[in-house]
């Protein structure tokens, strides 16, 4: 029999777990991970074929690359993935029984994972993925676990197993270290937690070191913080989420996803849309544990160091590999990652393409396969040559990859990156070239003079009326390729492109005003007619929010123009988009 699981994506963790599943059932099955799909061959005549499917049901874990199941006949050959790869995955549910069930070694042991789940990318320091060369090596593995790296099928040869009894210590402490706490057995590890969890219920903030860096936790709102869920149970009373992104929350990735807050008296201190984060590595799923207990169902919280203010820090004295975040957006059927890295990198194609750099990345041919993942972990030998990256290709390269994971690299198409330098590109025959960009702005200000006849008296009365801006705009120097860098000073905000994406999704009407977007006499980007607009409508008093929107609505249909005109004159049979700036709602929807 074989049963197909869908799963867009090329990376082997899930595939990985359903064989520890099927070793700890003892039945045989052979694996394939290929189309878009897994494949799973098994005998369902074997005696523990129930068992199997009874077990993969209750532990497989949600994917956000997780499609339909299907069943059918036939049989086929192993696929093979040879290297064994650490990554920063939230917990399986095996390991999460063990966290909380007080008879267990690993009770709110906070460094608990297996081969099939965790942060153990946290702890890697080099290839090949043994303990002699990850960051837990000074730590000796007791009888228990020793034994167990030889019975258990979830932690067999487990570079990275610890417990209880092998503990790393943690330790708690206040900001000016007059007291401290240390934790190296399940009784204190679990208070350890309990008090972080009392000091930030009553208002305290609250430093933590999770599995991926240091991050201030609070009660109090805040604008410019991210929020932490900590009872899953109560998200859908707290927020507006569609039954996909509550699934992309809570699934084995943990990514961020926007979400508008229920809360009306809540939207007015800190906007109306904010970015929500389930607990996902062991440190931060005791936190919220004894959060949850305490009857707080969701915290703020930010990336922070030893140099921010707080009242308690949980620390631990070991370095680890930290990784940026990743976003997942979803607008009806279309959904990407936005940004980040952790969960998705490293990556094992078992092809060999080419060895590059692209800092801080590198591909590297590695057993049968190419490797990517950080320069610096690769065991790259000394004089060793790659082709290297430059800043100004990463667009071209991204829209590539974007085509071979969608398997489009036979097919002519039109490419979109849409970040701080943006451009149009058109692929045939293993070629790409650049046929549109947006290109850079300077001086703006004398260039909307000269834009048409009577925008010397924009430019006067935005003088007049607006002198302390106008002067910010007037003292910038050099060349700038982002629109959203300027179109943020214009609102007054800081922060670019994160700044005005916050202010746009705050914005509650049911459409925008025009914002020129065009294409000017060079071929390019009229960035002079864009900020024009804008200029236009700060002195009309238009609301910010208003305009930050507008902005995102009149570039969405600005480019999904363009790229339909290409793609119809051209005759391409695909468009692919990649940038970071895609991830904003009404420039999407537009698009």
Sequence with gaps: MIISIGFDSRQNYIQNYIKLVADFCSIKIRTVLKDGRIDICADENSENFDLFLRELEDLLPSSVFMGDVKVQKGEFLEDDFPVKIARNLGLCKRCMKELFNPSSRRYYYPFTFCNGCGFAYAFVKSYPYKRENSLLFPFQTCKKCQEEMKENPFRKDFPLISCSECAIPVRLENRKKTKMMWANESKEYKDIFSLLALAVSGGDRVLIKTLNGYKIFQKEPAKEMDIFITDANRVKNNFLLLKDEIRALFSIEKPKIKATLADEELQKKIGSVKRLKAADCTVSVLFAKECQNLGVEYLFFKEASLEDDYNLVLDFDLPINEQEDIEYFINKKNRFFAKGDRALYPKFFPFQKSEAVDKPYGALFFGRGTLIDKIDLLPIESGKKFKVFEKKD??????????????????????????????????????????????????????????????????????????????????????????????????????????????????????????????????????????????????????????????????????????????????????????????????????
């Design 394 to 591: 990463r667009g071209v390269f991204a829209i590539l990859s974007v085509l071979a994971e969608n398997r489009a690299l036979d097919s002519e198409s039109v490419g979109i990156y849409f970040s701080k330098s943006s451009f149009m590109t058109f692929y045939k025959d293993g070629k790409i070239k650049k046929i549109f960009e947006f290109g850079s702005y300077e001086n703006i200000l004398d260039k909307i003079k000269d834009l048409r006849e009577g925008s010397d008296r924009l430019i006067e009365n935005f003088k007049e009326k607006m002198p302390s801006l106008y002067e910010k705009v007037e003292s910038l120097e050099g060349e700038f390729e982002d629109p959203f860098y300027l179109a943020s000073v214009l609102l007054d905000l800081e922060g670019g492109f994160e700044e005005l994406d916050r202010l746009s999704l705050n914005f509650s009407g049911k459409g925008g005003v025009a914002v020129d977007c065009r294409v000017s006499e060079d071929g390019k980007f009229d960035f002079a007619a864009f900020f024009a607009s804008i200029i236009s409508y700060r002195l009309a008093k238009a609301d910010k929010r208003l305009i930050a929107y507008s902005i995102f609505e009149s570039l969405g249909e600005f480019l999904g123009s363009l790229a339909n005109d290409v793609k119809r004159e051209s005759k391409a049979e695909n468009i692919a988009v990649c940038g970071r700036y895609f991830s904003n709602t009404p420039f999407f929807s537009r698009f």
